[in-house]
């Protein structure tokens, strides 16, 4: 009779690490030493929650989380996981459904995105555990396969990641510190160091450079840069997205207006460009509603083009 399964970690004595993020991102470390009681539950539940909250690229709901807690199912996954130690009395098995994703995005996204929207919410699932008093272990050494069969994937589903859940024992080794090489960190370009001569907020001889650069000429040929690095990620994203990039260059023309230069601000564009910017982030939301906002701009741009070329509904030529 395993009573632990219903009784809260705090009364076994294993109180939550920390709310605080920071203290979690320290204590999070690989657990391969779990002392077998079950976990509750309310707090796998929180971690399924935990991994559903992570990002997916393209906002594309193909990631699904399978909770293994049965202890049959649970030997057989282990069974066919070499790189699963310990005797974990959990697992979440983050995997993603392909064929939605290669629809929406390119085959080529499709295939990295899963990757790194396994990762996010595998992550997540850890800082939540660790958060809970839990200990995980991210698992990637499994046969596909057997790891498939034995949860019953269909063929377009693919297993990404592997998370054991349970409570460490307490004689768990601590985490391993990482090395010197392991922590690296550049500063603007590879290979340049962090140090007193670029620490802090930009310099003011750095900010009147940046302003030098500001000419017409280098903001037409930056708006020509913005549009072909469109046309060249548009061939991989997600279906609505080259449209994105579009309205995004239509609202991005303003750019090319400025104070000093006597090319006189065009109100219009400049509210245009507000709007824009206020609904341009539906294209990740929502398919149907971005479509709207597109249709709402090309009318606001119809008419006034014709008002600009006085042929407006109301005028003597209409
Ligand atoms: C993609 C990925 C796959 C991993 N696969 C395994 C695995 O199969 N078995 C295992 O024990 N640890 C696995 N790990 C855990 C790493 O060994 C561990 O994160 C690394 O040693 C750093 O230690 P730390 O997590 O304590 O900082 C994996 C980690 C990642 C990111």
């Known amino acids: 009779l395993n009573l632990a399964a219903n009784v809260l970690p705090e009364r076994l004595g294993r109180s939550p690490v920390s709310t605080d993020l920071f203290q979690i991102l320290k204590a999070r470390h690989a657990c391969r030493n779990f002392d077998g009681r079950s976990v509750p539950d309310d707090l796998l ?16 709901p193909y990631r699904f989380v399978i909770l293994v807690k049965d202890p049959i199912q649970l030997r057989m996954l282990k069974t066919v996981s070499p790189g699963h130690f310990g005797d974990s009395s959990a697992a979440i098995v983050v995997c993603t459904n392909l064929k939605p994703a290669r629809q929406e995005i390119s085959g080529v996204d499709a295939e990295q995105c899963s990757l790194y929207d396994a990762g996010a919410a595998a992550e997540n699932v850890s800082l939540a555990a660790c958060a809970l008093g839990l200990g995980t272990s991210f698992i990637k050494s499994y046969s596909e396969t057997g790891m498939k069969r034995i949860l019953g994937l269909p063929e377009e589903c693919r297993t990404e990641l592997v998370v054991s859940v349970g409570y ?5 080794p601590k985490p391993r510190r990482k090395n010197k090489e392991g922590k690296i960190t ?58 994105l990039r579009l309205l995004d260059a239509a609202g991005r023309l303003t750019n090319l207006y400025s104070k000093d230069e006597a090319l006189g601000v065009d109100e219009f564009l400049f509210k245009a460009r507000e709007k824009i910017d206020a609904n341009k982030h539906k294209a990740m939301a929502s398919e149907k509603e971005f479509a709207k906002f597109i249709d709402e701009m090309v009318v606001e741009f ?17």
């Open 186 to 243: 550049y500063l603007d370009k590879y290979a340049q160091t962090w140090n007193n001569d670029n620490a802090g907020q930009p310099s003011l001889a750095q900010t009147e450079r940046l302003m030098q650069f500001n000419t017409l000429k280098n903001r037409i040929f930056e708006m020509a840069v913005f549009l072909l690095t469109s046309a060249q990620i548009s061939l991989n994203e997600p279906q609505t997205y080259p449209s």
């Open 45 to 60: 539940r929180k971690l399924a929650d935990a991994a559903h909250r992570a990002p997916t690229g393209g906002n594309i």
């Open 168 to 172: 460490p024992t307490k004689d768990e």
């Open 302 to 318: 119809s008419d006034e083009l014709q008002r600009r070329y006085s042929v407006g509904r109301n005028s003597s030529l209409a």
